[in-house]
């Protein structure tokens, strides 16, 4: 396998062999990529307060804090702060000037992902690629020096106003990127509860899923891993169709979700009216201990969907699942879903909406050897859920 943790052989303290089992990855020849990306580099969130809410996943989800930008280091616009999780990197930024851009996208899309930056192999050939692929270039490849190095960096604009930043940091050594000073929090170390991201849900609109997907598979070379339509992500109430695209060692996951015509309004629709437009929906957190990661959480005050007692009694549930490392009714304790599929299987849960708009959650997942994303979990919650609705004479 040829550069999946970039220019490091290891990645606070997450090592390959530990990435193969948390996150799926495969083999891939890097050499015959035409957009050679070899991780996350981060995700770059726009926030109301930026210093609560680093606050916040400092405590509730276990990261350290590494870096800062801010006026005290003569950045008058914002302050940033950039938290880690084993590989996994977290960069939050909220408005300090009144005229600064980000009040506006605040304004608009309330808290969220602003930009997917992404690890690359070569700034300049990722970039000559997508323009010959018809993308859209936010920024020519460039670079950023200071005392530690120097960073190659360029974007490039994906769904609404959601940007992929591409970074080749193999020449730099500072804590983030220049003009960023190392920083630790004054918050007491707190339990690493995930090692790194698994994947990151775009939502956007009606007819528009695979326009996307094709960019995906154009512009970058992606492959598509999975594809969910139907019967596989419908109830009788509301429905939505998935597929997903990955780099070549699926390091870098990206489902892609648009709304599909039902009855009521789905999760999807939902996102779209709140966000105001396409964007990142939801990130799923690669864990080890999928059990003490929410137990953690929970005692912070984070709050999970709950799942109805007869998804976990449902006789197929079992006979499907066969033995997994957390009993049934462990599972059933701390609601966690669980599914299989021809590779082995997952654990996952979900996070309610973590700010004050029913947009951006979370969801913990923990692989033994599933490359999937809880197919298996889509039908049978939705058809436990409205057996009970059934029952009770509401459905």
């Known amino acids: 396998m040829t550069g999946t943790l970039g220019q490091d052989k290891q990645l606070d303290d997450v090592t390959l062999d530990q990435l193969r089992q948390l996150v799926g990855l495969v083999e891939h020849d890097e050499s015959k ?19 609560q809410t680093a606050w916040f996943y400092q405590v509730a989800f276990g990261m350290r804090l590494v870096a800062y930008s801010g006026p005290e280091t003569g950045n008058r616009d914002h302050k940033s702060f950039v938290l880690k999780s084993g590989s996994a990197r977290f960069v939050i930024n909220g408005g300090v000037a009144p005229d600064s851009p980000l009040h506006d996208h605040h304004r608009k899309h309330g808290d969220g992902v602003v930009d997917l930056a992404l ?18 270039v936010l920024e020519e490849p460039n670079d950023v020096s200071d005392e530690n190095g120097t960073i190659r960096r360029a974007a490039i604009a994906t769904y609404g106003e959601t940007r992929h930043t591409l970074i080749d940091r193999s020449r730099y050594t500072g804590p983030y990127l220049p003009g960023y000073v190392a920083k630790e929090s004054t ?18 609109e009606l007819g528009r899923m695979d326009y996307w997907v094709e960019f995906y598979n154009r512009v970058m070379g992606f492959v598509n891993m999975a594809e969910f339509v139907g019967d596989d992500i419908a109830t009788e109430y509301s429905a939505l169709m998935s597929k997903v695209v990955s780099n070549g060692n699926h390091r870098v996951k990206f489902p892609l979700n648009e709304p599909a015509v039902a009855k009521k309004k789905s999760q999807i629709d ?14 799923a957190l690669a864990t080890n201990d999928i059990i003490a990661t929410v137990n953690t959480m929970r005692e912070a005050g984070v709050e999970f969907l709950d799942t109805p ?3 976990y009694d449902d006789p197929e549930l079992r006979a ?23 590779d082995g299987y997952l654990l996952q849960i979900f996070t309610k909406p973590i700010g004050d708009r029913p947009t951006v959650f979370y969801e913990l997942i923990e692989r033994h050897g599933s490359l999937g994303f809880g197919k298996g979990n889509f039908k049978a919650l939705f058809e436990a859920i409205e057996r ?6 509401n459905l």
């Not at 300049?124 to 018809?134: K, S, Y």
């Not at 499907?320 to 021809?342: A, F, T």
């Open 309 to 311: 007692d007869s998804y």
């Open 187 to 204: 918050i007491p170390a707190r339990k690493r509860v995930f090692q790194a991201i698994d994947h990151c849900v775009g939502n956007v």
């Open 119 to 136: 690890e690359v192999a070569d700034v300049d050939r990722c970039v000559e690629h997508a323009r010959a692929q018809g993308a859209t």
């Open 270 to 283: 939902e996102y779209l009216e709140f966000y105001d437009g396409a964007g990142c929906q939801h990130i």
């Open 320 to 342: 499907r699942i066969g033995e997994v490392r957390v009993p049934i009714e462990v599972l059933k304790e701390h609601r966690i879903l669980v599914d299989r599929d021809e």
């Open 388 to 393: 009970e609705q059934d029952r009770r004479g």
């Open 33 to 51: 990529d035409p957009f050679p990306v070899r991780a996350m580099d981060a995700v770059v969130f726009v926030a109301g307060n930026a210093t």
